[in-house]
């Protein structure tokens, strides 16, 4: 796996023997790029963690007495359509509209897209609006946005912008940054000038505002390191240990950014948030995007992560990025320096939800993600996972493609994160530990329902989904879960309990006793294996399916890439494979679960039959 902390933590790096064999990197970069050397994995591995002790009680000047502040409501839906119209209000008419345009030429009105967030293809309809304001810059724009503001950026290139709480932002005054003219015409190329220039777009602490259209041009190249320019193209950051606050209720939609040093979109803090239509490609040194700390409540859906070093989606919610970050806060000071304990995770958590509410802070895990028709292509010769997930809960992930990468399919597990150390390095031996949440992991990936995903690599040490640290209660269903090079499943002893699968196509399955850390050398007893409500190999699932049998089962099979990157925007390949069953198909076509079937397949179309993988017929 691959973990990169964000750029604001400074929380220790704690890696566990054997996660190098699985290509696993942990980096931290500090605010002042100081870094101190990690620790020897031999010394680390040899090195007894504290026994947990109750954590001690904070000052009586520090102890919370205000009432617990409602936690923020999410709204639980298997349709990602019903998830936008109830998170995403938005108001039917600009307050006012400002044009950024550095041309000496603004013109007076404007026409701009109207916008339609559950709309699947650019919007037929225009809005002829009067320009209230023009600015050269889009920072000077920023600064004078409010609640309910248009800012409209006219064809050229530009440097980016950062943006804070707008107090009378909120439902039915979102702020929306539209860029205008042609797909790319709009380009950024230079860094904001805040937070040492790190990110080109910078949304600290704030909340509905829609990011849309633009070019987010860097400069590295994919493994070439180090890389110049800022760190991502995108930074959704709540900054929780100053500010005390989530960003939230933001929109990234179709955009392209791209080359950037390490992250096409990077988010911290943050809930209530839809990423969707975008190209996120070709990151010099990590993932295409990246969603971690404690982020909850996101709808992730129709983008391309393509080419990049590592990861193409990371969803690492990191439980120890996002403690450090509470601790960090001034209600939190007085509060024991950081342990590598549960004990002492969970005295922290206990007093930040009767600080901040049950939602209201970063706690290491993330749940009511709907991650859905993205497709992942050409990521991860650094390794880690295409679809690489931490402390996601609660969450649906379903009609995704990935394929053609070098690293882990989907991979499920808790990040190593120091406070579940203990119990991963000791697996359980008996079915009653096995079945005991006390005793599990409590930063795995567990209850998770993943459906009609299809997922094809043929890579040596890897996974085509990875069920490991504590991700259990999974429902697994209509999957293509294929590696030929290794196992497809990969299931351990933290992760079998509750397992559900089914309806399946998949090639080996196997189930191991030791961490996944370690080369798998016993196998799990049938006793903990029982734990499953349906092994990953039963109720019908097809095992020892390999990709050579695939051609003659779907429409136009190949590794043909999935966009071709031109000029200053991109497109489809019109040699893109085609993973849709043929109609004949003995082994995709009508096997699936019928009752654990999306609406829709991975490009829009209505489900007719109960097909297995992305694609229906």
Same mark, same amino acid.
């Given at each position: 796996?691959?973990?990169?902390?964000?750029?604001?933590?400074?929380?220790?790096?704690?890696? %566990?023997?054997?996660? *190098?064999?699985?290509?696993? @990197?942990?980096? /931290? &970069?500090?605010?002042? $790029?100081?870094?101190? +050397? =990690? !620790?020897?994995?031999?010394?680390?591995?040899?090195?007894? %963690?504290?026994?947990? *002790?109750?954590?001690?009680? @904070?000052?009586? /000047? &520090?102890?919370?007495? $205000?009432?617990?502040? +409602? =936690? !923020?409501?999410?709204?639980?839906?298997?349709?990602?359509?019903?998830?936008?119209?109830?998170?995403?209000?938005?108001?039917?008419?600009?307050?006012?509209?400002?044009?950024?345009?550095?041309?000496?030429?603004?013109?007076?009105?404007?026409?701009?897209?109207?916008?339609?967030?559950?709309?699947?293809?650019?919007?037929?309809?225009?809005?002829?609006?009067?320009?209230?304001?023009?600015?050269?810059?889009?920072?000077?724009?920023?600064?004078?946005?409010?609640?309910?503001?248009?800012?409209?950026?006219?064809?050229?290139?530009?440097?980016?912008?950062?943006?804070?709480?707008?107090?009378?932002?909120?439902?039915?005054?979102?702020?929306?940054?539209?860029?205008?003219?042609?797909?790319?015409?709009?380009?950024?190329?230079?860094?904001?000038?805040?937070?040492?220039?790190?990110?080109?777009?910078?949304?600290?602490?704030?909340?509905?505002?829609?990011?849309?259209?633009?070019?987010?041009?860097?400069?590295?190249?994919?493994?070439?390191?180090?890389?110049?320019?800022?760190?991502?193209?995108?930074?959704?950051?709540?900054?929780?240990?100053?500010?005390?606050?989530?960003?939230?209720?933001?929109?990234?939609?179709?955009?392209?950014?791209?080359?950037?040093?390490?992250?096409?979109?990077?988010?911290?803090?943050?809930?209530?948030?839809?990423?969707?239509?975008?190209?996120?490609?070709?990151?010099?040194?990590?993932?295409?995007?990246?969603?971690?700390?404690?982020?909850?409540?996101?709808?992730?859906?129709?983008?391309?992560?393509?080419?990049?070093?590592?990861?193409?989606?990371?969803?690492?919610?990191?439980?120890?990025?996002?403690?450090?970050?509470?601790?960090?806060?001034?209600?939190?000071?007085?509060?024991?320096?950081?342990?590598?304990?549960?004990?002492?995770?969970?005295?922290?958590?206990?007093?930040?939800?009767?600080?901040?509410?049950?939602?209201?802070?970063?706690?290491?895990?993330?749940?009511?993600?709907?991650?859905?028709?993205?497709?992942?292509?050409?990521?991860?010769?650094?390794?880690?996972?295409?679809?690489?997930?931490?402390?996601?809960?609660?969450?649906?992930?379903?009609?995704?493609?990935?394929?053609?990468?070098?690293?882990?399919?989907?991979?499920?597990?808790?990040?190593?994160?120091?406070?579940?150390?203990?119990?991963?390095?000791?697996?359980?031996?008996?079915?009653?530990?096995?079945?005991?949440?006390?005793?599990?992991?409590?930063?795995?990936?567990?209850?998770?329902?993943?459906?009609?995903?299809?997922?094809?690599?043929?890579?040596?040490?890897?996974?085509?989904?990875?069920?490991?640290?504590?991700?259990?209660?999974?429902?697994?269903?209509?999957?293509?879960?294929?590696?030929?090079?290794?196992?497809?499943?990969?299931?351990?002893?933290?992760?079998?309990?509750?397992?559900?699968?089914?309806?399946?196509?998949?090639?080996?399955?196997?189930?191991?006793?030791?961490?996944?850390?370690?080369?798998?050398?016993?196998?799990?007893?049938?006793?903990?294996?029982?734990?499953?409500?349906?092994?990953?190999?039963?109720?019908?699932?097809?095992?020892?399916?390999?990709?050579?049998?695939?051609?003659?089962?779907?429409?136009?099979?190949?590794?043909?890439?999935?966009?071709?990157?031109?000029?200053?925007?991109?497109?489809?390949?019109?040699?893109?494979?085609?993973?849709?069953?043929?109609?004949?198909?003995?082994?995709?076509?009508?096997?699936?679960?019928?009752?654990?079937?999306?609406?829709?397949?991975?490009?829009?179309?209505?489900?007719?039959?109960?097909?297995?993988?992305?694609?229906?017929?």
């Amino acid at each position: 796996m691959i973990s990169s902390r964000p750029a604001r933590r400074a929380s220790a790096t704690i890696l %566990l023997a054997g996660l *190098a064999a699985l290509g696993t @990197l942990h980096c /931290e &970069a500090s605010r002042n $790029a100081a870094r101190a +050397p =990690s !620790p020897p994995l031999a010394a680390v591995e040899r090195a007894p %963690l504290p026994h947990p *002790a109750p954590p001690a009680a @904070l000052p009586e /000047e &520090a102890q919370v007495t $205000a009432p617990i502040p +409602p =936690s !923020p409501v999410f709204y639980r839906t298997q349709r990602s359509d019903e998830w936008v119209e109830q998170t995403f209000i938005l108001q039917p008419k600009y307050r006012r509209v400002l044009l950024v345009d550095a041309s000496g030429r603004a013109p007076t009105t404007i026409r701009v897209p109207r916008l339609a967030l559950n709309a699947r293809r650019p919007a037929p309809e225009f809005d002829e609006l009067a320009v209230d304001q023009v600015f050269r810059t889009l920072q000077e724009a920023a600064d004078a946005a409010q609640g309910g503001y248009l800012v409209a950026v006219s064809p050229g290139t530009y440097a980016g912008f950062s943006l804070g709480d707008i107090p009378d932002a909120g439902d039915g005054r979102f702020v929306r940054f539209r860029a205008l003219g042609a797909p790319g015409q709009v380009i950024l190329d230079k860094p904001c000038q805040a937070d040492g220039q790190r990110w080109m777009v910078y949304l600290r602490a704030a909340h509905h505002v829609i990011i849309e259209g633009f070019n987010l041009a860097g400069a590295g190249e994919p493994g070439v390191l180090p890389a110049s320019g800022p760190w991502a193209g995108i930074m959704l950051d709540g900054d929780f240990g100053r500010t005390g606050k989530l960003a939230h209720h933001l929109a990234i939609v179709g955009n392209f950014s791209h080359n950037h040093a390490q992250w096409g979109l990077h988010s911290t803090d943050t809930h209530s948030v839809l990423i969707q239509d975008n190209l996120f490609a070709r990151s010099a040194g990590e993932h295409s995007a990246y969603v971690s700390d404690g982020s909850d409540n996101y709808v992730i859906r129709r983008n391309v992560f393509f080419e990049s070093y590592a990861s193409g989606l990371q969803c690492n919610l990191d439980p120890e990025a996002s403690l450090a970050e509470v601790k960090k806060h001034p209600a939190f000071h007085d509060y024991p320096a950081l342990a590598p304990t549960r004990a002492w995770a969970e005295g922290l958590l206990k007093l930040a939800a009767e600080r901040f509410g049950e939602h209201g802070f970063p706690d290491g895990r993330g749940v009511n993600f709907i991650l859905e028709e993205n497709v992942m292509n050409r990521n991860g010769r650094k390794g880690g996972g295409a679809l690489n997930l931490a402390g996601l809960q609660e969450s649906l992930i379903q009609n995704n493609l990935i394929y053609d990468n070098y690293n882990h399919g989907i991979a499920q597990w808790d990040n190593a994160n120091p406070f579940d150390a203990a119990a991963v390095r000791a697996p359980p031996a008996t079915a009653s530990e096995a079945a005991s949440l006390d005793r599990l992991p409590r930063w795995g990936c567990h209850d998770n329902l993943i459906r009609n995903n299809t997922v094809l690599l043929s890579n040596t040490k890897r996974a085509a989904i990875l069920l490991v640290n504590g991700s259990y209660g999974c429902r697994l269903r209509n999957n293509i879960l294929i590696n030929d090079a290794d196992v497809s499943i990969d299931v351990d002893a933290e992760s079998v309990f509750r397992l559900d699968a089914g309806h399946d196509v998949t090639g080996t399955v196997r189930y191991r006793a030791e961490p996944f850390t370690m080369p798998p050398l016993t196998a799990l007893s049938p006793a903990l294996r029982a734990l499953a409500i349906s092994p990953a190999e039963g109720n019908r699932t097809t095992t020892s399916v390999t990709r050579q049998k695939l051609p003659s089962e779907v429409v136009a099979y190949s590794n043909e890439p999935w966009v071709i990157i031109e000029g200053t925007w991109w497109r489809l390949n019109p040699k893109r494979p085609n993973f849709r069953p043929r109609s004949g198909s003995k082994l995709l076509a009508r096997q699936g679960d019928a009752s654990e079937l999306p609406p829709l397949d991975l490009e829009g179309r209505a489900r007719r039959e109960a097909d297995i993988g992305a694609l229906g017929q």
